[in-house]
């Protein structure tokens, strides 16, 4: 590492240009604030470095497949991802130049470049309910949320209006509605399916996925056109990511600076002034420091990496991480526990097929522990579903018999409809989940995250009822050869890539790192937004969660700065 060469000066520097580096962004950019944005990923400008977004299979190498060797060496992590292939290795990090230690197995999948892993993701936006945020609080695991649904409820609205969320109302508590554009239309095969399963288990419902993918203009983004190549990059902006929609938006401020190719190494801290002065940053290429001063910092560089930074930031005061009063950062890591599989065929509904490719599935709320009615004394908490189905299509032929003429001409016909349920469950907050640092740095000085974590018993227990429920409900729809199987021991912990906690919010100093505003309690302006902040899992996908805290973060910062409570100097 070379001497620091600079000193820049912002009101406002955001580390990471992802889910909510974006958001952070926006909101601080048009409250006025000239915002840095520093990413350690390249620039990828939105539609020209697209560049495998229409592509066909014959047009990439291999037909889009990735050789083995290279993906081994490579991304050895990222490679088992699903979408992962020639059309999206760029967007993965390259895994041998960014090691990690799992002392218990953990997949840690990150995107490398401007926009994170917003380019990747799988755009199911689901709020958490009032008994997610009371949770901890009833069954005494973790510590409580400092929030209630009430008061987030208004910052979902905000950001769902902005980014543009499809699905359908359903009066459900454990998912409360939202701001919704029209929702998808199912297939023949899941309407039949929805129907079966409401009317064999009151209490289960089947609903059309909630996607932040359009199916109406908004603010010159296009409607979905189904072209299904969305984690390739999206030219018409339908499906939200912050290249797309929110980092265009801070743009047109004329506050925003970005930074690509910089690494956060760890956060400058005045002693005598008791806050975050900026950050010392290093540049991937050359590997030259500098250090970049602030007035706010938003740490949204994703869970696992914003934590990393908070624990490479040693002082006198906080030799164990900044704002690390109460020995909490890095512990309480959390994902939701998957490798449920369901699937099951059905040879009715010949007649019917479909146009394009959906970019969305459908989703079985969350039915178990909701009351007395739905308890069981087996586990607490729950679990849900999403899933989908489709006609099988000519590569049915890699494993059925046939050959010449006759396997030819049976191909030209659509094959049986497919069903598909994938089962997504809670985690527990447990403190003994953690990461920490190790002694042997990266080739740019951080030193390696060592990461110890793994399933506790209640999500084991969880997973029994998790098939035995696939079955039924499957079975309650009339399908045929239905298998359900547990694959828990291929799927660890990091493999939802939903990993939350390590800096979790809550009312006591003491115990909690971040206040209810994402707020430092130590560090007043220092604010976390990302996954670290959560202080438990819930079982619904994440992302919009931490959008609209992020929201809410920046609104209660500025106010804070008005009202003469938080200074940028």
Sequence with gaps: MTAVHSRDSYDAIVVGSGMTGGWAAKELCEKGLRTLVIERGRSVEHITDYVTEHKRAW?????????????????????????????????????????????????????????????????????????????????????????????????????????????????????????????????????????????????????????????????????????????????????????????????????????????????LYDEEKDRVTGVRVVDVHTGAVSEVLGGLVFLCASTLASTQIMLNTRTPRFPDGIANGSGELGHNLMDHHMGVHGYAWSDDFDDRYYSGIRPNGIYIPRFRNLDAASSTDKFVRGYAYQGSSHRMGWSRANYQPGIGGELKERLRNPGPWEMNLWGYGECLPDHDNRVYLSDETDEWGLPILVIDSDWGPNERAMRAEMVSSGVEMLEACGFRDIRVEDNLDSNPQGFAIHEMGTARMGRDPRTSVLNGWNRAHEVPNLFVTDGACMTSSAVQNPSITYMALTARAVDHAVTALKRGDLSLS
């Excluded at 990222?78 to 090691?99: A, C, W």
């Excluded at 892993?117 to 936006?125: M, N």
């Excluded at 309910?129 to 208004?154: C, Q, S, T």
């Design 59 to 267: 047009e990439l190498p291999l037909r889009g497949n990735v050789p083995v060797e290279e993906a081994e060496r490579e991304y050895a992590v990222g490679k088992d991802v699903y979408l992962f292939d020639q059309s999206t290795k760029h967007f993965f990090i390259n895994d041998r130049r960014n090691p990690y230690v799992a002392k218990r197995p953990f997949r840690w999948i990150r995107g490398d470049q401007v926009g994170g892993r917003s380019l990747l993701w799988a755009r199911q936006c689901y709020r958490w309910g009032e008994m997610d945020f009371e949770a901890n609080l009833k069954d005494g695991h973790g510590v409580d949320w400092p929030i209630r649904y009430a008061d987030i409820a208004p910052w979902y609205d905000y950001v769902e209006a902005f980014v543009g969320i499809s699905g359908e109302k359903l009066g459900l508590p454990q998912l409360p509605d939202g701001v919704f554009q029209k929702p998808m239309e199912m297939t023949a095969m899941e309407k039949h399916a929805r129907e079966a399963i409401e009317r064999s288990f009151p209490g289960r419902t089947m609903t059309i996925g909630r996607s932040a993918v359009l199916t109406e203009p908004q603010n010159g983004r296009a409607a979905c056109h189904y072209c299904g190549t969305c984690e390739r990059g999206c030219s018409s902006a339908s499906y939200f990511s912050s290249v797309g929609v929110t980092l265009p938006a801070a743009q047109a401020t004329g506050n925003l600076t970005m930074r690509p190719d910089t690494l956060v190494h760890s956060l």
